[in-house]
């Protein structure tokens, strides 16, 4: 099955700093999601981006699907910003998403 | 509009006992997909239902089973628990079947002695 490997596995910013967060797959995807896990558990949909730019407030995410990967880019990081950041993609009409293994992000007041 | 709604939070079973997960899709949605978290690690698939029937399944033994009811509400029955099924179980529903946008609930949490 197809492979999605996020990186940095884990990211410490002081509150204001910038973040790239990369996730790159083995082969052609439908579909990419970016999603924010919070201390909760519950996963936020960030961005539906099968390819192309996105922008959400301070939040905007890029997929060159012919290069099989997506960034997502975080501005003036706020401490509420900490949490895991999956991405997870899909393959083809059967509904499932294959998800990274996340990035971790802490962001320090 | 009501989001996705997952029942109950937290779980706790021995092993070889049954549990039943109850989700509630968002307003307007009709596929209802199961996923399971183990801790550090991301969501798996389990498996997909769509308008009443199963869509795709992940990797998992035939003691995960499911269902979905008319009201798109769904369900995850797991049979003979063992210690390695205790996770975070996540539900996420979406307006289609495939390369839809998933909307996820927040989970259950299942601890399995």
């Known amino acids: 099955g197809i492979q999605v490997e996020q990186s940095p596995p884990d990211l410490i910013l002081q509150e204001g700093a910038n973040s790239t967060l990369r996730c790159n797959f083995s082969?052609?995807?439908?579909?990419l999601q970016w999603f924010h896990q919070n201390p909760w558990g519950q996963l936020i949909n960030l961005f539906y981006?099968?390819?192309g730019t996105k922008q959400n407030g301070r939040l905007s995410a890029t997929t060159v699907a012919t290069e099989r990967y997506s960034l997502l880019y975080i501005s003036s990081s706020q401490t509420t910003d900490s949490g895991v950041y999956f991405c997870a993609v899909g393959v083809s009409n059967a509904g499932k998403s294959t998800f990274g293994d996340g990035t971790t992000l802490t962001v320090k007041p | 509009e009501t989001g996705v709604t997952q029942s109950p939070t937290h779980l706790i079973k021995t092993r070889g006992q049954q549990v039943t997960l109850r989700c509630s899709s968002q307003s307007g949605h009709n596929t209802v997909s199961w996923y399971q978290q183990a801790l550090g690690q991301g969501p798996q698939f389990i498996f997909q239902?769509?308008?009443?029937?199963?869509?795709g399944r992940g990797n998992f033994p035939p003691r995960f089973s499911g269902l979905q009811f008319p009201n798109y509400s769904s369900e995850l029955n797991v049979n003979a628990l063992e210690l390695d099924d205790s996770a975070l179980y996540l539900c996420?529903?979406?307006?289609?079947?495939?390369?839809?946008?998933?909307?996820f609930g927040s989970g259950t949490q299942l601890s399995v002695l």
């Open positions: 239902y769509y308008r009443e029937e199963e869509n």
């Open positions: 981006i099968p390819s």
């Open positions: 082969d052609s995807v439908n579909n």
């Open positions: 996420a529903s979406s307006s289609g079947a495939s390369n839809e946008k998933l909307f």
